[in-house]
């Protein structure tokens, strides 16, 4: 089906020189179907700015065709969504529950993304910060992602989330996350929120803090969750065929750590395999590299999980 133009937005005039930051930032505020026309080689643009979601919006889509690269620098995050936050309009007095806006972010790279020093909503998500609505994630390259390194909540370098619409899992399907660094979940970090993931693949990521949550005295918190970091109530996940390894959590799950406070949160793993995550200080019995607090131990199906 194609595409109206008034939905519609294309970053580029058919050269790398045209696929410019601000021509990113703009159309995401714009909305839409976002999609690049910057030549026919791969091409790398480099944020000067984080790209935020007006939550007017009812659909954004990034496409970056499997050829773009978007380059936070070492130096800021570089996508934001949050329905709370009234300077990106604020829509419904629940802006902790509503349907929009509906962001999906799809064949593309996403590296270097940077959020230290902000700590609104507890920080995290380096690359992308997500609140509201609903968010897909599909073919997505994460690497190089940081956020704080210390502190007991702050989660995710690659991807914080909260407050999906209706506790609607995330789906992160075909996507790689490596070399990232975070005080908790050195891949994805979530409050809240359950994920759907799927043939997608953790390595080299690494949590950074110490003294856990709530942090012991004299220490600075986190460390837990080298690939996942997951709190909440009644949240879920569902790893399917998916690779974790060589993930690192100096306290909890080298791979998933994984709380649901009032005992109600549920996990299952199926054709996956979680391999060489060191938990250097504490992990589930049972089930190297994961730490796991829930309604019952996780659903464990045609799986290796392995030191």
């Given at each position: 089906?194609?595409?109206?133009?008034?939905?519609?937005?294309?970053?580029?005039?058919?050269?790398?020189?045209?696929?410019?930051?601000?021509?990113?930032?703009?159309?995401?505020?714009?909305?839409?179907?976002?999609?690049?026309?910057?030549?026919?080689?791969?091409?790398?643009?480099?944020?000067t700015?984080?790209?935020?979601?007006?939550n007017?919006?009812?659909?954004?889509?990034?496409?970056?065709?499997?050829?773009?690269?978007l380059?936070g620098?070492?130096?800021?995050?570089?996508?934001?969504?949050?329905?709370?936050?009234?300077?990106?309009?604020?829509?419904?007095?629940h802006?902790?529950?509503?349907?929009?806006?509906?962001?999906?972010?799809?064949?593309?790279?996403?590296?270097?993304?940077?959020?230290?020093?902000?700590?609104?909503?507890?920080?995290?998500?380096?690359?992308?910060?997500?609140?509201?609505?609903?968010?897909?994630?599909?073919?997505?390259?994460?690497?190089?992602?940081?956020c704080?390194?210390?502190?007991?909540?702050?989660?995710?370098a690659?991807?914080?989330?909260?407050?999906?619409?209706?506790?609607?899992?995330?789906?992160?399907?075909?996507?790689?996350?490596?070399g990232?660094?975070?005080?908790?979940?050195?891949?994805?970090?979530?409050?809240?929120?359950?994920?759907?993931?799927?043939?997608?693949?953790?390595?080299?990521?690494?949590?950074?803090?110490?003294?856990?949550?709530?942090?012991?005295?004299?220490?600075?918190?986190?460390?837990?969750?080298?690939?996942?970091?997951?709190?909440?109530?009644?949240?879920?996940l569902?790893?399917?065929?998916?690779?974790?390894?060589?993930?690192?959590?100096?306290?909890?799950?080298?791979?998933?750590?994984f709380?649901?406070?009032?005992?109600?949160?549920?996990?299952?793993i199926?054709?996956?395999?979680?391999?060489?995550?060191?938990?250097?200080?504490?992990?589930?019995?049972?089930?190297p590299?994961?730490?796991?607090?829930?309604?019952?131990?996780?659903?464990?199906?045609?799986?290796t999980?392995?030191?």
């Amino acid at each position: 089906m194609a595409t109206s133009p008034a939905t519609a937005a294309v970053v580029g005039t058919g050269t790398p020189a045209s696929c410019t930051s601000a021509r990113v930032v703009a159309a995401v505020a714009k909305g839409g179907v976002i999609t690049f026309d910057c030549g026919s080689k791969p091409v790398v643009i480099r944020m000067t700015r984080t790209a935020k979601v007006v939550n007017t919006s009812p659909r954004v889509v990034i496409d970056g065709g499997g050829t773009v690269t978007l380059d936070g620098q070492g130096r800021r995050r570089i996508l934001y969504q949050n329905t709370c936050d009234q300077r990106q309009v604020w829509t419904t007095s629940h802006c902790q529950d509503q349907a929009t806006p509906r962001l999906e972010i799809r064949d593309i790279a996403m590296v270097r993304g940077n959020s230290t020093g902000d700590l609104a909503d507890n920080g995290g998500g380096g690359a992308v910060f997500a609140r509201g609505g609903t968010l897909t994630i599909r073919n997505v390259r994460f690497a190089g992602n940081r956020c704080d390194a210390t502190g007991p909540d702050v989660a995710g370098a690659a991807v914080r989330a909260f407050s999906q619409h209706r506790n609607r899992p995330i789906p992160v399907i075909n996507s790689t996350f490596t070399g990232g660094r975070c005080s908790n979940g050195g891949g994805i970090g979530g409050i809240g929120v359950s994920w759907r993931i799927v043939r997608s693949t953790f390595t080299g990521n690494r949590a950074t803090g110490r003294g856990a949550n709530p942090q012991r005295p004299g220490t600075p918190g986190g460390g837990n969750g080298g690939a996942i970091y997951m709190d909440g109530n009644l949240i879920r996940l569902d790893l399917r065929d998916t690779t974790i390894e060589r993930n690192v959590a100096p306290e909890g799950g080298g791979a998933v750590f994984f709380v649901s406070n009032n005992r109600t949160g549920t996990a299952r793993i199926t054709g996956s395999t979680l391999r060489g995550n060191p938990s250097l200080g504490f992990e589930t019995r049972g089930l190297p590299g994961i730490f796991f607090l829930g309604a019952r131990p996780p659903v464990v199906v045609r799986s290796t999980l392995s030191r």
